[in-house]
């Protein structure tokens, strides 16, 4: 993490705290991918020996959470990398509903970050990788929103990236050029 | 005075209204009893090639109880007349709550429950009471195959044979387990979940082999069909069904009838460039097997992606029905019942072999109640569409041009890119999905139970990541005319029209078993069993299960020498996915479209998977 970043986001924190709902239309660094910012491991029902309370919300988590920008940025990496394949807008299908009050592994969005990038074992691909941290959580935003969590003036009803260019990520188009063999 | 008959007229005419909506409003006034619409006509009827259903034994050992699929047992003690005393025998639980498509299988006094994911297979003992297991074997399919499994964690069943179970598991394996000690025999990997690919079809094993193929032609994967050695599991051979003829292994012996399937390479040059390789063409339905001519039958499934703008051209070998050899898995001929297809019309329903009276002879045929809406006659030797008829209401299509086999598009319910089409007849699962009717050759009729559904889609590019789904549409179904979603059809296959139709308030994902006495079985999704009578639909038996209903009803003969009759409740699948997947029914959009038409379904059924056995009182 550059310091200049770290500047930026201490601002932005601060600024969070100052202007409750200002920080909904902040934009922050998304052109440039950072490294990897995605917090690793617990899950929300995770028991912590030794304390009395699961760890607090992960800091960057301001920076995404109730931002529109994320959310709408989100949204279009929601259709792009095919979430909506499983978990349709949100009642999902081969993958569990977003748009419900269960989380089977949290719906705080530090949670729902985890979940995007190390994937789950029932199923749920692992993005690390292939979206950049600054991506994985946008789409954590955008999921948090599906349920209905952030509050309402921070859901956008546009998309971004509908009239601009496709968000690059680090996916792969599946190598389809090397076919396999019919007769092994 | 013409003023007061007039008030009254209206008056009159608000009560009626009053009336009519409160029906609508009541989604119990969908059920209906049977409507006769013609009569059962005596004479010669169609019969099932004796070679492919050979006299019944009392065992229940394929899903399609034999190599015709008729679906139809010969067992007589359960008749119309006394088939209002039916009562449990025993139950099992099969502990799980997912979507329970199979079929228990019946082998001299031992029972077989394959279960959805994780796919336990379990030995009950038909000669203790209450049936008590004998074994299970946990073949431990990877949790991570959940996750590329279109529609529900199904599987279709397994099969017995010289004295082993073959089934598939989820994450695309083929078993072969002892069927006296339940130890495995072999195992052969043949899917691969990375790149997408499931097993949900239950195997057919015939000469020797056990013929597999490919689910996932919603992720963007390749179709094939396999066909292993019975004895060892080593592949024999694998045909796909796209690409280069060699891959498809489409060679001299191949003569599709009609112009539109011929041609070279027609795998490739009916695709975009290297849009073959990710282009469907599963098999995950049904297989059929003449053993007189030793030709394997089996349909392919849609085109990926849903989207078809993304890939102009007929799309072959897709939503179509291939004729191969077994011995070689040569293909033979072939037939697309849906060239391009526009609504996710998979063409894998059964398969159902028989024997009509043409002329002063008989030719042998074989039926299938298509997704697309048409019951097909086609001559099983050639690939001949000798009919092709609406078993349910259709807008999708006008009809198949019998000169050239194509299915005539509807220009209005074409799908063009930024707008959403409205209502198209049949919704993506058909006017019958993968639950397979039976074939009676007492009656000469096929029971079909069948969906009555139409949607609305509208597409957008779909993006191939592998191992994601591959679709680029956005569907929402809602019920067709008459609002009853479910229909169960007793159909003339020569005369070419229905006997009688019952109208189900929700679809109907259970297939049908038809019994010699004439005692024809199916299931509701909101747990109803129900035994009609074979001849004119009437309701004779009903018994409500635990969960919705959407397996695979048998008959066999147990070792006490009585009929009984086994069901294995648990709703699931594309249809019941809203509760065994827990979605949320506001999103009309949830499970591929499927969860707007069922919305109320959660209010009606839970999940759960448990067999139910019944006989007469002795």
């Not at chain 2, 050239?404 to 074409?414: C, F, H, W, Y």
């Amino acid at each position: 993490m550059s310091s200049r970043f770290r500047v930026s986001l201490a601002v932005l924190a601060g600024a969070a705290l100052a202007l409750g709902a200002c920080d909904r239309e902040e934009h922050h660094s998304r052109a440039k991918p950072v490294g990897e910012t995605v917090p690793g491991g617990a899950s929300p029902d995770t028991i912590f020996p030794g304390t009395s309370s699961p760890p607090p919300l992960d800091a960057r988590a301001k920076l995404y959470d109730n931002n529109a920008n994320a959310i709408a940025m989100g949204q279009t990496l929601y259709t792009q990398m095919n979430c909506v394949g499983c978990h349709s807008h949100g009642g999902g299908g081969m993958g569990p509903p977003l748009m419900d009050d269960q989380w089977r592994y949290g719906g705080r969005i530090d949670q729902i970050a985890t979940t995007i990038a190390e994937g789950r074992p029932n199923g749920m691909p692992s993005w690390r990788g292939k979206l950049t941290a600054d991506q994985i959580w946008d789409l954590a935003a955008y999921v948090r929103s599906l349920s209905g969590l952030p509050s309402k003036d921070a859901v956008s009803s546009r998309t971004e990236g509908m009239s601009g260019p496709t968000p690059q990520t680090l996916t792969p188009h599946g190598d389809i050029k090397n076919s396999d063999t019919a007769q092994q | 005075m013409a003023r007061v008959s007039g008030v009254v007229l209206i008056a009159g005419a608000m009560a009626a209204s009053c009336v009519l909506s409160a029906c609508k409003r009541s989604p119990a006034s969908f059920t209906s009893g049977p409507t006769v619409t013609a009569p059962i006509v005596g004479g010669p009827h169609a019969l099932p090639p004796a070679a492919a259903a050979p006299a019944d034994d009392g065992n229940w050992t394929m899903p399609g109880k034999n190599y015709a699929a008729t679906r139809f047992s010969a067992l007589n003690q359960i008749t119309p007349a006394n088939v209002g005393k039916l009562a449990l025998a025993f139950t099992f639980s099969t502990g799980t709550n997912k979507g329970f498509e199979a079929p228990p299988l019946v082998v001299n006094g031992t029972m077989y429950v394959i279960t959805p994911f994780p796919n336990y297979l379990y030995a009950l003992d038909l000669t203790k009471p209450g049936a008590p297991t004998k074994w299970t074997f946990k073949p431990k399919p990877a949790a991570a195959s959940q996750g590329v499994a279109c529609c529900d964690v199904v599987n279709r069943g397994a099969v017995y044979d010289n004295g082993r179970i073959f089934f598939n598991t989820l994450d695309g394996q083929t078993f072969a387990v002892d069927a006296n000690s339940g130890q495995m025999v072999w195992r052969t990997q043949l899917g691969n979940i990375q790149r997408g690919e499931t097993i949900t079809m239950a195997p057919l094993v015939a000469d020797g082999k056990v013929l597999v193929g490919n689910s996932g032609g919603e992720m963007g994967v390749r179709g094939w069909i396999a066909a292993l050695d019975e004895g060892s599991g080593k592949l024999v051979w694998k045909a796909y069904n796209t690409g280069p003829d060699k891959d498809v292994l489409i060679g001299p012996r191949f003569h599709p009838l009609y112009a539109m399937d011929q041609g070279k390479d027609l795998g490739v040059r009916s695709w975009p460039p290297d849009a073959w390789k990710i282009g469907g063409a599963t098999v995950w339905g049904w297989l059929s097997y003449d053993p007189e001519t030793h030709l394997v039958y089996y349909g392919t499934s849609n085109p990926g992606p849903w989207n078809p703008d993304q890939r102009p051209g007929d799309n072959k070998w897709s939503s179509g029905l291939f004729a191969r050899d077994i011995s070689t898995g040569q293909a033979v001929w072939f037939y697309q019942s849906s060239p391009h297809d526009l609504f996710d019309h998979d063409d894998v329903n059964e398969v159902i072999l028989a024997d009509i009276p043409w002329g002063n002879a008989r030719r042998p045929v074989l039926f299938r109640p298509g997704r697309n809406g048409y019951f097909y006659v086609i001559d099983r030797r050639s690939g001949q569409v000798l009919s092709a008829t609406p078993y349910g209401y259709v807008n999708s299509s006008k009809g198949v041009d019998l000169k050239t086999g194509r299915l005539i598009p509807a220009a209005d319910k074409e799908p063009k890119p930024g707008r959403v089409t409205r209502d198209i007849c049949p919704a993506s699962p058909g006017a019958k999905d993968w639950n397979p009717a039976a074939f009676s050759p007492v009656t000469g009729l096929v029971y079909i139970p069948h969906i009555n559904l139409c949607q609305d889609e509208g597409h957008s590019e779909a993006n191939y990541i592998s191992g994601t789904p591959y679709l680029g549409a956005d569907v929402k179904m809602y019920a067709g005319p008459g609002g009853n979603r479910g229909v169960f059809t007793a159909w003339d296959p020569i005369r070419r029209r229905p006997v009688f139709e019952i109208k189900e308030d929700l679809p109907l994902w259970s297939p049908a078993l038809a019994t010699a006495g004439n005692v024809v079985f199916y299931g509701t999704m909101d747990g109803w069993f129900k035994a009609i009578d074979a001849r004119n639909g009437n309701l004779l038996w009903k018994f409500k299960a635990g969960s919705g209903i959407i397996g695979q009803p048998i008959s066999y003969k147990g070792p006490d020498g009585r009929q009984y009759i086994a069901v294995i409740c648990g709703v699931g699948g594309w249809a019941g996915a809203i509760v065994s997947a827990q979605m949320d029914a506001r999103d009309p959009t949830g499970a591929l479209g499927f969860a707007n038409a069922v919305k109320d379904l959660p209010l009606k059924t839970t999940a759960g998977g448990m067999l139910y056995v019944f006989a007469l009182p002795r």
